[in-house]
């Protein structure tokens, strides 16, 4: 549902003038993707970090897992206290996962911190165009098999949340680009295996990993629905499932909000 800031937010001034078009389409929540209309011409700024905004006036938030429960939205320097709806987060055991996979050795440690800076730099990429505000299709036919936040332990080790949505079905199964935009990366990674990241505008992007094919490459334009890959079971996994995350630059998100029910 659509609604203004200066709304939603008591003790604002409604008389500031930058704020008086400014509207958020869903209240801040812990993991959430937040777009903004209304901003044209306007600075942006969550939390002192500059905003991108379209000359049509979209912009897009990103609230992380973690994050706490006030955050500070600024429009042409008059800001604002927003604040963030809080989750709570399931807990996943793994168990028989191979000792390699779950501690790593020197070597592969040196492989992951490359793909990790890899990864980095493909998710900081922001483009002009605003695919993401068009909204985003579910990539792939399955049974959800794991959420966004969850905590995984492995092999009754904890490791770092979950920041993805998991999609299972067998080898083969169609994947589909969840929104239009270009592929930022292509790869082979440790934990990821095949993967493939389309940025959507703005620095907002999504990421496919598990596959077991890849039916496009970096640089390449996809339109929203097109076939981009398969579900595998590559990298480390349990079983062939798709892993699907959805960020905007650094912070990772929560996609299934976002997809139709």
Do not use: C, K
Not at 165 to 179: E, F, I, S, W
Request: charged share 20%; proline share 8%.
């Amino acid at each position: 549902m659509h609604r203004r800031i200066l709304l939603a937010l008591p003790g604002l001034l409604l008389a500031r003038p930058a704020w008086a078009a400014v509207t958020l389409h869903s209240a801040p929540t812990q993991g959430a993707l937040v777009l903004g209309s209304g901003a044209a011409g306007r600075r942006v700024a969550l939390d002192g970090r500059p905003v991108r905004v379209s000359p049509e006036g979209f912009f897009a938030l990103g609230f992380g897992r973690d994050h706490g429960p006030r955050a500070v939205l600024s429009v042409d320097g008059a800001a604002q206290e927003l604040p963030v709806r809080p989750r709570e987060w399931d807990v996943q055991h793994i168990s028989g996962l191979p000792p390699a996979q779950v501690t790593p050795d020197a070597e592969a440690l040196r492989r992951i911190t490359r793909e990790r800076e890899e990864l980095a730099r493909a998710r900081a990429l922001a483009s002009e165009r605003t695919d993401f505000a068009g909204g985003f299709a579910w990539p792939a036919r399955g049974r959800v098999s794991g959420v966004f936040g969850s905590q995984r332990v492995l092999n009754g080790q904890p490791r770092a949340p979950h920041y993805g949505l998991d999609v299972a079905g067998p080898v083969g199964t169609p994947v589909l680009a969840a929104a239009a935009g270009r592929v930022t990366l292509a790869g082979d990674f440790h934990f990821f295996g095949r993967l493939l990241v389309v940025e959507h505008g703005h620095a907002v992007h999504t990421l496919y990993a598990h596959l077991s094919a890849q039916h496009v490459g970096a640089g390449e334009e996809v339109r929203q629905g097109q076939r981009i890959a398969d579900i595998g079971a590559t990298g480390r996994v349990t079983g062939p499932h798709l892993h699907f995350s959805l960020g905007l630059g650094p912070v990772w998100l929560d996609p299934q909000p976002l997809l139709p029910a």
